[in-house]
């Protein structure tokens, strides 16, 4: 049975395997120290689908003045069964569970496929903008 769980430092080579199946890992962002540090004081900020402690998806929630759910990745060979489904619920559960009255995604503007998903799940379109960041030297 697949169970939606809080993230257990543990889990971190199958969250990163995962997140790199999806394209969605970068190492200044998602590496192990910056998970746990995240975890530390609001330890259901990311969430994990398991079954039989195995990890087949992942998903961060950033409970702020602008909330929002990302890095939503399931592994390939357990897509489409409904996994992302069940996170993203639960992330919005968590988030309302916090007092937030709505969430946020970002999604990449030409991802048209993925932009239907999110729509079927209740997202609207909001206004397209480019992505900029700066790194700390
Ligand atoms: C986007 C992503 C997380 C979706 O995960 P997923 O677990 O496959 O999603 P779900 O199973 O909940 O839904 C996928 C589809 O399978 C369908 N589905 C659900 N249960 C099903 C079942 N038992 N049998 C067949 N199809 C099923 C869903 O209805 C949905 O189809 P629809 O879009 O036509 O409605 C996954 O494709 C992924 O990891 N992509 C790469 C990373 C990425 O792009 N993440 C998003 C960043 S913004």
């Known amino acids: 049975m ?8 543990t889990d971190f080579s199958q969250v990163e395997d995962i997140l790199k199946l999806g394209g969605l890992f970068y190492e200044q962002i998602d590496n192990a120290r910056a998970l746990e540090k995240k975890i530390e004081h609001n330890p259901d900020t990311i969430i994990v ?5 195995r990890v ?3 998903e961060v929630i950033v409970p702020d003045f602008f909330p929002f759910i990302f ?10 069964k409904g996994v992302g489904r069940q996170l993203m619920q639960r ?3 968590i988030l309302r569970s ?3 009255e709505h969430v ?3 999604v990449a503007s030409n991802d048209l496929e993925l932009q239907e998903y999110y729509q079927k799940q209740g997202y609207e379109k909001g206004n397209t903008y480019t992505w900029m ?5």
């Open 2 to 9: 697949i169970q939606i769980r809080n993230y257990r430092p």
């Open 133 to 137: 960041y700066k790194e700390f030297k």
């Open 71 to 80: 890095r939503l990745a399931v592994h390939p060979a357990f897509r489409k």
């Open 91 to 93: 992330g919005e559960e």
């Open 98 to 100: 916090k007092g937030y």
């Open 56 to 58: 087949l998806g992942t």
């Open 104 to 106: 946020n995604i970002l």
């Open 49 to 53: 689908a398991v079954e039989n402690e």
